[in-house]
């Protein structure tokens, strides 16, 4: 539908309708509009569920959330990503005077829908007249995605800083607990969800892809994208230390199909373009345990450069240590072993605190490049512990980090023979080189 400006046309904002912001979706609307089917019927609509966080010095505080949906009232229609913005740069709360240069907000939008052209390119200029607002976009489905424009539009809010994702499982249940009036029931997921959020993420990256070349990841036969997929030893490097304007949450556990995918110990292992890592971690001082936590972390695509999983970690774990006199114990279970950027990171990190002490058990080897063999004797020199997983390890992250429906877990084929050729390769790396 042809679209208006929402800049000069001012004289209906949102505050006449009462349902913009509404505070929770019904249920039945939830089922319904977020369904993540790649083209189905009759979703003319777009709701947009968000979350503002106000950020200063890496901690975050909720400040804002709601729901949006498309205004077609009283004359002039307005999409949901216009509503959002014609309601967010009208509060008293969220404009700049009010606000230290330190502090940020992070707005977070669910959508039904990823934005159109026209909305894109208003968010796009939005975005850069306002640099103390970060913005994340997670879609449940790509809206006219082989179309050109709609394409660039997309490219448009990457480029401006936006984070773009479709929305996973984890998201689903997330909206489920956050905005919708579920009244204590379960959200059951759709049919195929996981295979939707697979399909359209792949549809996503090519999109956003911003390079023709290509390298061979981790092992992996065939040209991938290294933009997209973090083809280790060949990203730009950001300082993870300075860039702490977003930090990524740990997810609580895995799903069993990507466990059983990811962390298969394959001497040759194809499709696995992404590095998972479960962690565990535990504080002591004085002789008494003063803080635990554990979870799950994969690579990030936000805000503008990737970073890799243990980035991640480090970035999230850094402020977590609050006292220099406590010993931390950290325990890493990846699915590949450290590239050699990271592991020089990762050494450097230890180097500095010398009250962390690091446990790394490795599913599979990551020789992509020459230096990557000398990354883990740099690990190893920092006083990491690097093997490789044992079967026993598997069953043990199995219980700790998949939501695995108190099934049991079932070992791979060749599991315990693949353990013994890939730790001897890494004993020949750490001892001989």
Same mark, same amino acid.
């Given at each position: 539908?042809?679209?208006?400006?929402?800049?000069?046309?001012?004289?209906? &904002? /949102?505050?006449?309708?009462?349902?913009?912001?509404?505070?929770?979706?019904?249920?039945? =609307?939830?089922?319904?509009?977020?369904?993540?089917?790649? #083209?189905? @019927?009759?979703?003319? $609509?777009? =709701?947009?569920?968000?979350?503002?966080?106000?950020?200063?010095?890496?901690?975050?505080?909720? &400040?804002?959330?709601?729901?949006?949906?498309?205004?077609?009232?009283?004359?002039?229609?307005?999409?949901?990503?216009?509503?959002?913005?014609?309601?967010?740069? #009208? /509060?008293?709360?969220?404009?700049?005077?009010?606000?230290?240069?330190?502090?940020?907000?992070?707005?977070?939008?669910?959508?039904?829908?990823?934005?159109?052209?026209?909305?894109? %390119?208003?968010?796009?200029?939005? *975005?850069?007249?306002? #640099?103390?607002?970060?913005?994340?976009?997670?879609?449940?489905? *790509?809206?006219?995605?082989?179309?050109?424009?709609?394409?660039?539009?997309?490219?448009?809010?990457?480029?401006?800083?936006?984070?773009?994702?479709?929305?996973?499982?984890?998201?689903?249940?997330?909206?489920?607990?956050?905005?919708?009036?579920?009244?204590?029931?379960? !959200?059951?997921?759709?049919?195929?969800?996981?295979?939707?959020?697979?399909?359209?993420?792949?549809?996503?990256?090519? &999109? *956003?892809? *911003?390079?023709?070349? #290509?390298?061979?990841? +981790?092992?992996?036969? $065939?040209?991938?994208?290294?933009?997209?997929?973090?083809?280790?030893?060949?990203?730009?490097? +950001?300082?993870?230390?300075?860039?702490?304007?977003?930090?990524? @949450?740990?997810?609580?556990?895995?799903?069993?199909?990507?466990?059983?995918?990811?962390?298969?110990?394959?001497? !040759?292992?194809?499709?696995?373009?992404?590095?998972?890592?479960?962690?565990?971690?535990?504080?002591? @001082?004085?002789?008494?345990?003063?803080?635990?936590?554990?979870?799950?972390? +994969?690579?990030?695509?936000?805000?503008?450069?990737?970073?890799?999983?243990?980035?991640?970690?480090?970035?999230?774990?850094?402020?977590? &240590?609050?006292?220099?006199?406590?010993?931390?114990?950290?325990?890493?279970?990846?699915?590949?072993?450290?590239? !050699?950027?990271?592991a020089e990171e990762v050494a450097a990190f230890l180097d500095e605190h010398r009250n962390v002490s690091l446990s790394i058990y490795a599913a599979r080897l990551y020789q992509c490049e020459p230096g990557d063999e000398q990354g883990l004797r740099d690990l190893q020199e920092a006083g990491a512990q690097v093997a490789m997983m044992a079967p026993e390890d598997f069953n043990y992250c199995w219980k700790k980090f998949v939501y695995n429906g108190r099934t049991d877990f079932t070992y791979? %084929?060749?599991?315990?023979?693949?353990?013994?050729?890939?730790?001897?390769?890494?004993? +020949?790396?750490?001892?001989? $080189?």
């Open positions: 539908m042809a679209r208006k400006n929402w800049v000069r046309d001012k004289s209906y &904002i /949102q505050r006449p309708w009462p349902r913009n912001p509404m505070p929770r979706l019904y249920r039945d =609307y939830f089922y319904f509009h977020f369904i993540n089917r790649p #083209t189905p @019927r009759g979703r003319n $609509g777009c =709701y947009l569920c968000y979350q503002v966080e106000r950020t200063q010095n890496c901690s975050s505080v909720l &400040i804002n959330k709601g729901v949006f949906e498309n205004k077609f009232y009283p004359e002039e229609p307005h999409h949901a990503e216009l509503c959002f913005l014609d309601w967010f740069k #009208t /509060q008293e709360v969220f404009l700049v005077k009010n606000m230290s240069r330190a502090e940020k907000y992070h707005v977070k939008w669910f959508m039904s829908w990823s934005p159109c052209f026209q909305c894109a %390119r208003k968010v796009v200029e939005y *975005l850069k007249d306002h #640099t103390h607002v970060q913005l994340s976009i997670f879609a449940a489905r *790509l809206y006219f995605s082989g179309k050109p424009e709609y394409q660039q539009g997309l490219l448009s809010l990457h480029g401006a800083g936006a984070s773009l994702a479709i929305m996973s499982a984890d998201d689903f249940f997330y909206c489920w607990n956050t905005f919708v009036d579920h009244q204590q029931l379960v !959200f059951h997921p759709w049919k195929k969800t996981h295979r939707n959020s697979r399909y359209l993420s792949k549809q996503l990256e090519n &999109i *956003l892809k *911003l390079c023709q070349d #290509t390298v061979n990841p +981790r092992g992996c036969r $065939g040209p991938v994208n290294k933009t997209v997929v973090l083809a280790r030893g060949e990203m730009a490097r +950001r300082n993870w230390v300075r860039d702490k304007s977003y930090i990524q @949450r740990p997810w609580p556990r895995l799903y069993p199909k990507i466990f059983n995918f990811q962390f298969r110990n394959l001497l !040759f292992a194809s499709g696995r373009n992404s590095t998972y890592l479960c962690f565990e971690v535990e504080g002591w @001082r004085w002789g008494s345990l003063i803080w635990s936590d554990k979870g799950v972390f +994969r690579n990030q695509f936000y805000p503008e450069e990737p970073h890799h999983a243990e980035l991640c970690f480090l970035r999230w774990f850094h402020d977590r &240590i609050e006292y220099p006199d406590a010993e931390y114990y950290v325990t890493w279970y990846p699915s590949w072993s450290p590239c !050699f950027d990271c791979w %084929r060749n599991v315990r023979r693949h353990y013994y050729s890939l730790q001897k390769e890494l004993n +020949r790396i750490l001892c001989w $080189g």
